[in-house]
């Protein structure tokens, strides 16, 4: 069975992106628009969460601090952050929030590869 990332970002061309490039890799890929949406498809199985930060309805951060407070498996299920947005406060309240890495867009698709690869092992 394919190992499941769940990529939460409001840009269509980013979500279809990701998916392209992470079905491509063998992952099985669930997506939503935002944060509320998210809380709603995550299934137990899901053992990555890709999120932007800047999103409508819930934020990233918000949506990073539901996840952490809710129950396991997610509690401690790993969270990219992949975001236009670079600032250090930013990054802290991620941090603080419950994030495992933070990376900005425009991104390669090796790279992001790679850090799922690293991150799920």
Same mark, same amino acid.
């Given at each position: 069975?394919?190992?499941?990332?769940?990529?939460?970002?409001?840009?269509?061309?980013?979500? #279809?992106?990701?998916?392209?490039?992470?079905? #491509?890799?063998?992952?099985?890929?669930?997506?939503?628009?935002?944060?509320?949406?998210?809380?709603?498809?995550? &299934?137990?199985? *899901?053992?990555?969460?890709?999120?932007?930060? #800047?999103?409508?309805?819930?934020?990233?951060?918000?949506?990073?601090?539901?996840?952490?407070?809710?129950?396991?498996?997610?509690?401690?299920?790993?969270?990219?952050?992949?975001?236009?947005?670079?600032?250090?406060?930013?990054?802290?309240?991620?941090?603080?929030?419950?994030? *495992?890495?933070?990376?900005?867009?425009?991104?390669?698709?090796?790279?992001? *590869?790679?850090?799922?690869? &690293?991150?799920?092992?």
């Amino acid at each position: 069975m394919a190992r499941q990332i769940l990529i939460v970002d409001d840009s269509t061309s980013i979500r #279809n992106s990701m998916h392209h490039v992470l079905s #491509n890799e063998g992952y099985e890929v669930i997506i939503a628009a935002n944060g509320k949406e998210a809380l709603s498809v995550i &299934r137990p199985e *899901t053992e990555l969460i890709i999120t932007d930060i #800047n999103m409508p309805e819930m934020d990233g951060i918000t949506f990073i601090s539901k996840v952490r407070s809710g129950a396991a498996p997610h509690k401690t299920v790993p969270i990219i952050i992949l975001t236009t947005e670079s600032q250090s406060d930013l990054k802290q309240k991620g941090k603080e929030a419950g994030a *495992t890495a933070w990376m900005v867009k425009p991104f390669k698709s090796e790279d992001i *590869t790679s850090v799922i690869k &690293r991150i799920l092992g």
